[in-house]
């Protein structure tokens, strides 16, 4: 199991890249408070790839699935370059 980490700390570590997040806590809109990082890259497309293999691994080990978040830490003007 990965590390659990609250959004700022996800900000910190992956400043500037896109982020796939198993959400273990959610605030009353749904936006994520803490969770797992599952994937992280400075592509987007390949976040999206991620969503596939997550899926795939927790019907695998016949876990319940989580909520998933695609989050973008850093600068969005940056990112839309």
Known sequence: MSEVLTLEEMKHRYYGEWLLVACTELDDQMN???GE??????DRDTIYDAIA????QYVA???LPRT??????GNIS????
Request: aromatic share 4%.
């Open 53 to 56: 293999n997550h899926r795939h």
């Open 61 to 63: 080990q016949q876990n």
């Open 68 to 73: 998933l978040a695609i989050e973008y830490v």
């Open 78 to 81: 940056t990112a839309i370059l």
């Open 37 to 42: 990082v599952v994937a992280h890259s400075h």
């Open 32 to 34: 994520p408070i803490r």
